[in-house]
């Protein structure tokens, strides 16, 4: 069973930085996309960065580029965001979420760069982390 489960959410001052981790276990797939996602209360979840388990590259939202940094630790299972110079607008449920690309000999086709934060995309989600920043 694909299990994604979040941790690292705090309440943080405006300014701050968090470091989320998201730890995988029960993958049988042989190439994977992990992506971080976030919902604002009242808002759309939105993608915010995403890692290819395959050559671990990384693309993020334009918006958080320079702040949040994606990262994994394959020895580990887990995932990474490291957030900076935290904002009010950053406060929200963060999610992680596993898009597999390859098992068993199939390959599935890669996605094009405007879909790999689309949340749409993703198969398997966590529960998510609350991420408060204050003023």
């Known amino acids: 069973e694909v299990q994604l489960v979040e941790s690292g959410g705090d309440l943080v001052q405006a300014g701050g930085s968090l470091r989320l981790s998201c730890a995988a276990s029960?993958?049988?797939?042989?190439?994977?996309?992990i992506g971080w996602f976030r919902q604002a209360p009242g808002k759309e979840r939105e993608g915010v960065a995403c890692?290819?388990?395959?050559?671990?590259?990384?693309d993020y939202a334009d918006s958080l580029k320079g702040r949040f940094t994606i990262s994994a630790d394959n020895a580990k299972n887990t995932v990474y965001l490291q957030m900076n110079s935290l904002k009010p607008e950053d406060t929200a449920v963060y999610y992680c979420?596993?898009?597999?690309?390859?098992?068993?000999?199939?390959?599935?086709?890669?996605?094009?760069?405007?879909?790999?934060?689309?949340?749409?995309?993703?198969?398997?989600w966590g529960q998510g982390t609350q991420v408060t920043v204050s003023s």
């Open positions: 029960g993958f049988t797939f042989d190439a994977y996309r």
């Open positions: 979420a596993v898009r597999p690309t390859g098992w068993g000999g199939i390959t599935r086709v890669p996605l094009p760069l405007r879909d790999r934060l689309k949340s749409s995309e993703y198969d398997y």
């Open positions: 890692i290819s388990s395959s050559d671990g590259t990384t």
